[in-house]
């Protein structure tokens, strides 16, 4: 079946500009998360979803960054007044059940550039 | 979560097996091994996972020691796409926190 897909691949904008990045979870799959990783880096955890609702936002870095996820299924991470700091691959996941969290399915992620 | 020790990095030559090691001297009863790779410019994968007894799937076997404190993944047959840097996790399967805390794995690299 298909994996889990992110869109665009790659996303190159200007200073101060906001971006929306989509996730869309193997189907059937109730928890989605979202990731970045910074180039040579490890992976950074941003927030967690199981069904609608974030019980785990806490590595959302400031408030210019957002997630929401509708019907269970699709998410979108939106970033505002994008940094170049934020320049890196955003990576989401799925996973079959909260309590099976640790086998994650990855996406290909979404390449961040800010210029 | 307990911590774990990989080495930097491996070599092994293409067909052979590759074994990868992990500390995890410090583990609990209730945490369970985890095993995920990255593959340059791609998101990680998993591998496999196990609590105490030998583990195999189609891709790997994994190796947990009877004191629990190491374990070994064995990729049976390396392969060139097998080229990756192998995180081995150690953690509970429940608990407030989901995500995925990866260490500094180690850099395999097979070669022709």
């Known amino acids: 079946g298909a994996g889990v897909s992110q869109s665009p691949s790659n996303k190159v904008t200007e200073k101060g500009k906001d971006v929306e990045l989509r996730c869309d979870p193997i189907?059937?799959?109730?928890?989605l998360y979202w990731y970045r990783q910074r180039l040579g880096q490890g992976l950074e955890f941003l927030i967690y979803?199981?069904?609608?609702?974030?019980?785990?936002k806490s590595g959302l870095p400031s408030d210019r960054f957002s997630a929401e996820r509708t019907g269970e299924s699709v998410s979108t991470l939106t970033i505002q007044r994008t940094q170049q700091e934020d320049s890196a691959v955003y990576l989401c996941?799925?996973?079959?059940?909260?309590?099976?969290?640790?086998?994650?399915?990855f996406g290909p992620g979404t390449r961040l550039t800010v210029t | 979560d307990a911590k774990t020790t990989q080495p930097t990095s491996m070599d092994c030559a293409e067909g052979r097996a590759a074994n990868l090691p992990c500390n995890h001297s410090t583990i609990s009863g209730n945490e369970y091994v985890y095993w995920y790779r990255q593959i340059h410019s791609q998101g990680p994968q998993y591998i496999i996972h196990g609590l105490k007894n030998n583990e195999t799937n189609e891709m790997a076997s994994l190796i947990i020691t009877e004191d629990r404190k190491s374990s070994t993944l064995i990729l049976p047959h390396a392969t060139l796409r097998d080229t990756a840097v192998y995180y081995c996790i150690v953690r509970v399967l429940s608990g407030s926190a989901r995500q995925l805390t990866f260490g500094s794995g180690t850099q395999l690299t097979v070669l022709p």
């Open positions: 996941a799925s996973s079959f059940t909260d309590s099976g969290a640790l086998e994650q399915y």
């Open positions: 189907s059937g799959h109730t928890a």
């Open positions: 979803f199981q069904g609608n609702s974030a019980p785990d």
